[in-house]
């Protein structure tokens, strides 16, 4: 029991870390809808896009490698200084060659260069932090980890507020005042990632003491091997940015011209409802891979990781539930601009997408402990397959709902195959039936309120007590178990 109190308390603490930010960019999200026009909104949408992809390639796979050698390796002084020399080499790299090519990326965006810019920094600044936040992860430091996390969103969202609001506000009341000679109204997007731009820079600063403590001493052998590690992991990585955020790429190139603003900037802020859902599973996520990497030794882990991995289920077809439910109450409150709300019926198939990704990652722990993440790469790659091949499918026939459909899709069959291919592997014994339970019914429950009942409270919460009184009836003695150990003095 130990070990799930444990990893409760790590999860609890490193989802305060993603929750708080995550919520703070939830509170914000309304406002980002409402000051935005709908070309700015879409353009804002297509670009968050692009940065994950180039997130990836600039991280290579290294956080992931970095947990596994720094729990392998006796010198993890060496594990640290090898790999944060690594990513500061990439980034000079990234740096001089994609300057080469600046000019056709702003055409492609139709934005200005300087936005351009902007948006090059962040990538840099955002990689150069990756190491060091794996640093405190591993060391078990969620507190100082949060704080900065935190911090990060604090500053960004406060300069948003003052660039967005507070300052075009003061100009409309006082047109003469000389901030009005270098205030420039329809920079909108700019401003967004200026913002952002000074929040990582300030996050890289709370963490400088990591590169202050550097040695310039560089261990070719142990590159060698985390680079085979983290080399797949970084291809896989590729593929599932192409499910995750390619869905809006693909939107801009296939759906009508007149509708490509309206129809990309609905779906980005619509798809934001599922952000509790994301929430879950990156907070979950957050404390079980160093959990994974570290256990793997014992000779319970696979019952471990099976326990693990039916409660992720069980809370995980729960949230889906409730966000399913109440999704109309979030929407008046989440999505001023009604022209966006016709976007609602991809919500279902979104959320049902997160959860899918996040039994994913419960189930990709075979061939992360076994140092065959290319098989991870393999299986992202043949999602990117069914991303890239079910959206030019379905787009043009049923517009956002095809870009959904293919998001639920990608991830089910990564998920499917993963699970196939691991239990061969390294078998876990996963308690299907009690899984297939609670995932059956909770998607039963939801897509047949949500299409056949929405807005009627009385049969979405009369669904919701019954899923928990399921719950609570052939788990309960682990429940009570869990919540005294939690709560033991």
Known sequence: MSVYKKLFGQTLIYGIATVVPKMIGFIMAPYHIDWLPKDAYADYTLIFSWMMFFNVILSFGMETAFFRFYNKKENKNEVINNTILFLMAVCAIFLGGIYLFKESIDLYFEIPPIVVSYLIWILVLDTLVVIPFAILRAQQRPIKYSFIKITNVVVNAGLTVILLYLIPKFLLQNPTDKIAAYYNFGFQVGYLFLANLIASGITLLLLSNHYLKLKLKFNKSLWKEMIMYSFPVMIGGLAFVINETFDKVFLKELLPESFVDLGLASYGAIYKIGVFMILFRTAYSMGIEPFFFSYAKNDDAPIKYATVTKYFVIFGSLAML??????????????PQKDYWFAMEIVPYIILANLMLGIYTNLSVWYKIQDKTKIGAYISIVGAIVTVVLNFILIPIIGLLGAAIT???????????????????????????????????????AFTYFYNFRENYFIGITFLLIFVGMIYYNERVMIQRILKSVLKK
């Open 322 to 335: 409730t966000i399913v439910v109440f999704s109309d109450l979030i929407k008046v409150f989440y999505i």
């Open 407 to 445: 998001t639920l899709l990608a991830y089910a069959t990564m998920m499917l195959i993963s699970y196939v291919l691991g239990q061969k592997s390294y078998p876990i014994p996963y308690d299907k039936k009690i899984i297939g339970l609670y995932l059956g019914t909770s998607i039963v429950f």
